[in-house]
């Protein structure tokens, strides 16, 4: 059986990203009640950080709240684990993630960290992550709202 990721000792819960039924609602929320501050907003999602990473949680108001939607109901929208600091680890991961037969269902450039995805087996989507240098979100926090593509 392979090493459990746990083991590297770079990983850890990241981040989560909700949907949310009124994203003004829950921004005010988690704003102004928890304290977490607004750093980016992208194609209607809201990014806020605590103030040690470039976002802690992020907001996306669901377009529908209709009984068969569920993929579109308030909730969960997906877990992010940080897998390490560098692409060769990320790398790594995605490797023995395809010996094991877990399909990868993309990847991304988010400038401030480098994605892949994946599901659970229960369809809960997860992203194992490395972040980039700290420097570029606290230069300009906005940056946590950038996508593109990357090729590993």
Do not use: N
Request: aromatic share 4%; with cysteine.
């Amino acid at each position: 059986m392979p090493e459990p990721l746990s083991a590297h000792p770079g990983l850890s819960l990241g981040h989560a990203v909700l949907r949310v039924s009124d994203l003004e609602r829950a921004l005010a929320f988690y704003r102004d009640a928890l304290g977490l501050v607004e750093v980016a907003r992208h194609r209607g999602m809201v990014f806020l950080s605590g103030g040690e990473r470039h976002h802690d949680l992020a907001l996306i108001e669901s377009r529908s709240l209709r009984r068969d939607a569920s993929d579109r109901l308030p909730g969960l929208h997906h877990l992010a684990f940080r897998v390490g600091d560098d692409l060769d680890t990320l790398r790594t991961v995605r490797d023995r993630l395809r010996d094991m037969g877990i399909p990868i269902l993309g990847t991304s450039d988010h400038r401030v960290s480098q994605s892949l995805y994946l599901c659970d087996p229960d369809g809960v989507l997860i992203e194992l992550y490395v972040d980039a240098d700290p420097a570029i979100w606290r230069a300009d926090p906005a940056a946590v709202a950038h996508v593109g593509p990357l090729e590993l």
